[in-house]
Every structure is written in C-alpha cells, then in structure tokens.
C-alpha cells in the first residue's frame, strides 16, 4: 500500500491493469472503476462473454487486487496504490486469445468442457489438460505469498442483533433501544446507506445502537446463538455476535429480465444504481433505461438517479423490456423499438436472499435440511412477504447463471429431454454453483422450469446455504479463534466440534 498515492484533495491513485487511474476517499474499487468509465472486468466461464461490474453476476465484480485472486471489487474498499487485475484471459489483458471461445456455437459447451470423459487418462496429458482448463476458467495465476498475519477479531454479546439497516432494521433497533436493551445493527452499506432521498428517508438510528457498517454476517450457528460477521476492509478484523435475540432485515434483491444480453456490462439493479447515484454521487450512465415492476415505480426509480446527472431515455414495465443490445457493453435497448443507452436499470420480481433464513433453521450435520426458524431468530419487512411467482419473457440467449454460462437455452435443452428435477438440472449444468452460491440463480432457473414444464412437481429443496456466505481472509478467521467455544451438544455428535 502506498500512502503517496493518497493527494490532498481526497483523490486516490490507484491502477486497473496496469493504467494508473484515480478514485474518492469512500468509494470502493468497483465504483473507482465505473467513475473512469470501466464497466467490463471479467467474463463467462465458459465462453468468456463480457461481465459487468455492479452486476446480477457476482463472477462480473471478482478481479485480482494485489495478487489476490477473486476479490469482490464491489465491496471491497478503495486504498491508495492497489493494483487491480483482470484475471480471466490469457496471455494478457490487451491480447486474450480465449476470447475465441465466445464463437463458439453455446450448444457446444453444454453442460461445460471439464467433462470427466473429455480429459486424458495419461499423467503428463492430465496435467496439461488440467493446466488449460485452469486457463480457460481464468483461474491459472496462484495467489502471490504473503507474510503469514492474524487480525484479532472481537466477541461482543447484545440483547439484540439487527442484521439490515434500510427502514425496518432502523426500526426494530431503535425501538429495542429505547426499551433498554443493548441492540446492535449491521449493514453492507455505508452509514447513511442509501436513504438519502428525502422522499424515502430512514429514520436515524437512536444514539445507543451500536452501528458496524460495510460489515457482513456470513454466518449464523446454533440456532442463532453465535453469529459471525466480516468487514468488508480485509484489514480489519471479523465480529462473533452472542445475541439474545436476532432480526433479519435483508430486504429483498431484485431479479435480472430473462431477456437476450442480461448479462452485458451495464446491466445493473436498482440497489447498485442507487448506491451509485446517492452513496458516491457516480451517474450509472449517461444515458439510461429503467425497467421495474410498472411504469409509474419505473418513473419514481427515474426521478431518484436524476441528480447523479444521468439522462433517463426509458422508464417503463419490465415486460416491455424485450432485449438488451450490444456485444462488449450495453449499447441499446429493443422495446418494440430500438432505443441508445448506455446502462440498463433494471428493478422488480425482487427475492429475498434466503442464505441467513436457512442458516438459522438448518438442521443435521452431514447434510444441512431446512427446518423450523428459531424462536430467537425472527424475519422483519419486505424479506418477510409472500412472494408471487417470478414472471417474464423466457429468452433461449438470457442467462440464468452468468457465472457457470447457463442460458435458458440450456434449461430448454434438457427440460425438453424430460428433466425437470432442480438438483439435477444444476448438476448437469453448474447452474447455481458459482461464487454466487446460488442465489439469484436458483431462483432463475426454478422460474424457467415453471414456466417450461408446469406439469413438473418439484421435490427437491433448495440447496444447502452453509457459512460462509462471502469471502473472508484466512487473517480474519484466524483472529476469531477462541471467541467462540466449542459446541459440546448432543446434536454435534460425540466429539463436539467447533461451529
């Protein structure tokens, strides 16, 4: 890290690929990239298709920063001197010859090419098939050594543990607050998140909850016992909760349009348009198109990005939206007419993550099942609704999972076949399991079932949702040794263990 990259203005210097580029104080890498027109980071899988920062595909917001590979870039905080990298190509970024693989015909990379049956029997040939799809999964660099480390994490016991800071997790603190309780709050976002509109403003949060923002619960044990978060700065160290009581208010996230070119960098939700337009003061483009759930949420999503300087072009229905055009980067939009734009905004069909709910309620050992939430543990606002079912156009080129390169086309192809199980489907094609970890994509491709074989009864429950649910450092964990003892009940087994 260099301090002298730091100017007294507030700027940082900071380099992308070997281009010296600078931020703000505050933003993070991913929209220090954005605010110098950096939209394309990474790519698919398997056909190395441009992805996006701030994106429905989290592969799109993984780069290697300091020679650490897989690095969230959209939560990941900007400091003077880091060297961002892209990291799926070969042999360079200027001159990435797998980009040959985006024409290839995508009926021949169903299913991916890490086949058991497609590699080599010999030693010397494994390894060198092996070395290439390294290659081809833009995962060949090892991450650079570094000096062995620990940071001291920190054990903190509350009444009540808000998880979610937008309106009803503001709430649910500051009226156990004011009841006397000891009550903390963390959230992803920044302090005053994105509420800054005064049309939706939060109420402030009561002077004695104790805030850990850019903080992120990866991880709820023992029923909700003991919780676990991470900063989102590596440098600082994890928090083990010992709460009375926990609320979840994740809110819900909205799902990406079925539609032809979803996956394009310039694609984004309302979350990160928001965060952009009012938490950095960044416009998400120049000129853009805005899709929710109706016309009327569309236009008031309109008028919030307005400040940020950006031109709307479009504010209308999701089902208007048709395709999304361009081949690097969104160039346009087709809604019975072609439209320029820059940056699609797209809102609505919005799902709760269900990674915390399932953590808190899951039992067994071996295999986690959903259970029963705990008393303790309670869901609060929007991630509490009945949801509908997720509507929409069903495009073959749509992706479902950008990360694994699983279009709709894909799904068609086997549900037409006769396999309609979930669990097998994403076995047969990765759907789901990516850094994602399956959200949004298991949703997506539930949807797609339903809407291609109704006839179809699905048995098979969700996927496990086990800790943690992001990435943190070997220094982070290591630093919460010994704050959490070990679970000596019947349930984990003769031995104990730790949990």
Known sequence: MDGTALAGDGTITFSFNGRQLTGRVGDTLAVALWRNGIRRISTTRKRHLPLGLLGSSVSGSLARVDGIPNMRVDQAPLYAGAKIRSQNYWPAPGFDMTRALSLVPAPWLYGGFEHGALMPRGPRAFRLAEKVMSYLAGMADPPAPRPGQVVPGKRIEVDLLVVGGGVEGRRAANAAVTSGLRVALVTRSVAAGTARDPARAAEPLAPGVQLFPETEVFGIYRGGEIVAAAPLDATRGGLVFVPGRVVLATGLRSMPPLVAGNHLPGVIDDRAALSLALDHGVAPGSRIS??????????????????????????????????????????????????????????????????????????????????????????????????????????????????????????????????????????????????????????????VVAQLAPQAVQRVPRPSHRAPRRALTVAQAAGMEGLVAPDVSPASGPEGGYE
């Open 290 to 447: 805005v899709f929710a759930e109706d016309a009327a949420e569309a236009a008031d999503l309109a008028r919030r990005l307005a400040p940020s300087g950006a031109t709307c072009i479009f504010a209308g229905p999701r089902d208007a939206l048709r395709r999304i055009l361009g081949r690097s980067r969104v160039t346009g939009v087709e809604t019975g007419t072609r439209l320029r734009c820059d940056c699609v905004i797209f809102a609505g069909s919005a799902r709760p993550d269900p990674g915390l709910p399932f953590q808190a309620s899951g039992t067994g050992c071996l295999q986690l099942r959903p259970g029963t939430i705990p008393a303790r543990v309670a869901l609060a606002g929007s991630c509490a609704r009945p949801l509908a079912p997720l509507p929409g156009v069903l495009d073959d080129d749509a992706y479902v999972c950008a990360c694994m390169d699983v279009t709709v086309g894909e799904l068609r192809h086997h549900i037409t076949r006769g396999i309609t199980d979930l669990e097998v489907l994403k076995r047969l094609t990765s759907c789901g399991m990516g850094p994602c970890q399956g959200f949004p994509c298991w949703e997506n491709m539930a949807a």
